[in-house]
């Protein structure tokens, strides 16, 4: 098996920098706010698309299509490489789905080559810590198919814990009921919620309080991580532009384990738009979700 890129979508809410420092290709989803359609080459600064969103915009966000996923893909083949796509979880999205029609019709145009697509099961910087283990193995000299196997194998010891600020976002993403949203706000309750196995959303507890619900995560990871607690080196951590709230919930985390590599970064606007400000999400390996 020859040369291979792996690629992902932005959901993944990896650096920008990472992608073109490691080769590694990305395809974008688009999001609507305001009256207006934003897409990779106009972006709003991540900054200002929440101070929207503060200020009572509604972004809109619409999955990865064949088509683009086929534009990402088709270039390496081109080039001669085979590729591994690692997507946004089909329990989110029909992303995969879309990832997974495009490569089915670019094998058969392109039957030399190989192309493996991924349902990560995952979002975020859990979807990007899977990418960025991955793109590790194989700039260690593993290939395709051991890459790919070792994705599969590990995807659902991707823990991901988060908790959000305004319980008004995921009522309007249907992830919880009108009434849990108003109450939760006038009660201050801030719920902890992970990814399951299926790669769905689902609440796990509730406190009150703001920095109880971060101290929560922690708490969640010390009961998730079992046998990766000595080999868990690396965490990553995404935020609703909240960068203070994260590196506390780094801090807290260093504390306890010994952490080499810690990675932060904003929530992109396409999981943003259903999280809102001041999510917080923690990611690690574990044992269980």
């Known amino acids: 098996m020859g040369d291979y890129v792996i690629t992902t979508d932005n959901n993944a809410d990896l650096p920008e920098e990472y992608y073109k420092e490691h080769g590694v ?58 590729v591994l796509h690692i ?9 995969y789905n879309s990832a997974r029609i495009a490569a089915e019709e670019l094998q058969q145009e392109y039957p030399q ?3 493996v697509v991924v349902d990560s099961l995952s979002a975020s910087l859990g979807q990007g810590l899977l ?23 590990n995807k659902k010891h991707i823990v991901h814990m988060f908790t959000v600020d305004d319980l008004n976002h995921l009522y309007r ?22 990814v399951d196995d299926e790669g769905k959303l689902v609440a796990v507890g509730k406190v009150r309080g703001r920095k109880k619900a971060l101290l929560e995560l922690v708490k969640y990871m010390d009961e998730k991580i079992g046998s990766f607690k000595e080999s868990c080196d690396t965490i990553f951590i995404s935020h609703g532009d909240c960068g203070d709230d994260a590196r506390f919930v780094a801090e807290k985390v260093k504390e306890k384990y010994q952490i080499k590599t810690v990675v932060i970064n904003h929530v992109g606007a396409t999981i943003g738009a259903h999280s809102g400000p001041g999510t917080v999400a923690l990611f690690f390996l574990g044992d269980v979700r």
Not at 37 to 43: K, L
Not at 62 to 81: I, T
Not at 147 to 152: K, L, M, R, S, T
């Open 87 to 95: 997507a946004f979880s089909s329990g989110l999205s029909g992303s």
């Open 173 to 194: 993403g249907g992830r919880v009921s009108k009434t849990t949203a108003i109450v939760g706000g006038m009660l201050n309750i801030k719920p902890v919620l992970h």
């Open 131 to 153: 990418v960025y283990l991955a793109q590790q193995k194989k700039e260690a000299g593993a290939d395709l198919k051991s890459v790919a196997q070792w994705v599969e194998n």
């Open 113 to 115: 080559r190989t192309l």
């Open 25 to 82: 290709g990305c395809t974008y989803l688009s999001y609507a706010m305001d009256g207006v359609n934003y897409t990779h080459d106009n972006f709003l600064p991540v900054e200002e698309f929440y101070d929207r969103m503060r200020k009572g915009s509604l972004p809109t966000t619409a999955q990865v299509n064949p088509g683009s996923a086929r534009e990402l893909m088709e270039p390496y083949l081109k080039e001669g490489k085979d």
